[in-house]
């Protein structure tokens, strides 16, 4: 019997942890393990909103592949996946085309901008390491061009961000805390900076808690952030948007758009020919995809249902990882035979960020956190994953210890 060939497609969340844990519980006889990314590091994409305001430098987010994975036990390809043939067991690659005996799909989202016009081609959205640091450049840009004009322009100092889920709102408190920085860097008058938070619900981060909503935007508030609810942005300009709200069309004018209202599973899981529920591969419990017995789906490619309510589980990076541990015992069970296990998310909390020393959240028993306690446990839960990762090395090279500031 050969030793099968098992591929891992993406090194996200879903992705990367997979491959650490095949690699520590499969040995080098029993399988051929291949991780496939289109970079060749690993990035928190729950760190990138800090990125993309320029609060945090992107090197810190960046995990080198290499640091995370044995080369030696893993065959890691550099390279971008074009598309997946099921019926063939083929993943065809930029350079090359890869057989699998047991795939691994965790590619990941792409933004989904829902035909508004414009949005496409004007807005920047916060999708990974270079799109981040595309934002804060662009954002320092016009910062730095407003006092060279003859005619000053407004457009340049306002920044409009569409969408107020999670993204959205942690982004929105880097950039509160951002500029004031680039005020006094560019000799601007901080008053004359607007950050705009344009929500098509009647409240922001719907769902969530009301008090810690409120505990949110009255934070965000106090630091100049101003929420439009109940809009709909009708359309993107490189100079401005127009967005509707109570039936009447408005208008601001900005060069700045950033899109954080909805995500997409990566389309080339749709393009496969798998079924697929709104993009995403509606797994079964044990993380297979419904027709193939040799397909597991993860992460932001995967559609996960609650029991208990019917809905799907949000695609946050705590339900990834924790996907990680089922995909990477059933692969082995698929290998050797052994018995397969169904997925149980164990949700501990949700904790958003207002800022670095801000921040709500929901814990345990639904203990409410706000301010530096919220802050504290995010930064716990941030290391807690390094730790997972990497170990305690990674941690103390990659992790947040500024707990009081």
Not at 165 to 191: S, V
Request: proline share 3%; charged share 25%.
């Amino acid at each position: 019997m050969k030793t099968p060939n098992i591929v891992i497609l993406g090194a996200g969340y879903g992705g990367i942890m997979t491959t650490v844990k095949l690699q520590k519980i499969l040995g080098a006889n029993e399988a051929k393990i291949t991780l496939v990314n289109m970079n060749d590091y690993h990035y928190q994409s729950t760190w990138l909103h800090e990125n993309a305001a320029g609060t945090l430098h992107h090197d810190r987010t960046r995990i080198p592949i290499k640091d995370v994975v044995n080369t030696k036990r893993v065959n890691f390809i550099l390279d971008k996946v074009v598309s997946i043939k099921p019926d063939d067991k083929k993943v065809k690659l930029k350079k090359s085309e890869l057989d699998y005996d047991i795939l691994v799909i965790g590619l990941g989202f792409e933004a989904a901008t829902f035909n508004i016009p414009g949005l496409d081609e004007y807005a920047f959205t916060i999708d990974n390491i270079n799109s981040a640091r595309l934002i804060r450049e662009h954002i320092e840009y016009n910062f730095a061009l407003y006092n060279t004009e003859t005619e000053k322009k407004q457009s340049r100092l306002n920044i409009v961000v569409g969408g107020g889920g999670f993204t959205g709102i942690e982004f929105l408190g880097e950039l509160a805390n951002r500029i004031p920085e680039l005020c006094e860097e560019y000799d601007i008058e901080k008053n004359l900076v607007r950050i705009i938070n344009i929500e098509g619900s009647p409240s922001v981060l719907p769902g969530f808690d009301p008090q810690l909503v409120e505990y949110a935007m009255n934070s965000l508030e106090a630091r100049g952030v101003e929420f439009i609810t109940d809009a709909m942005l009708k359309e993107c300009k490189p100079d401005g948007i127009v967005y509707e709200k109570d039936g009447r069309h408005e208008a601001i004018p900005t060069m700045t758009t950033v899109w954080a209202a909805g995500v997409r599973a990566n389309a080339i899981v749709e393009q496969s020919g798998m079924n697929t529920n709104r993009g995403k591969v509606e797994v079964r419990e044990d993380m297979r995809a419904p027709d193939y017995e040799d397909i597991f789906v993860i992460g932001d490619c995967a559609l996960v249902m609650n029991p208990e309510n019917g809905r799907a589980y949000p695609p946050t990076a705590q339900i990834a990882i924790q996907e990680s541990d089922v995909v990477a015992h059933n692969v082995k069970a698929l290998v050797n035979g052994g018995e397969m296990e169904s997925f149980k998310a164990n949700i501990m909390g949700t904790v958003a960020s207002l800022g670095n020393n801000d921040a709500i959240g929901i814990i345990l028993n639904d203990q409410k956190l706000f301010g530096w306690k919220a802050t504290i446990m995010k930064k716990i839960i941030d290391n807690r994953y390094l730790l997972k990762l990497g170990g305690i090395g990674l941690m103390m090279k990659k992790g947040k210890f500024n707990i009081f500031y």
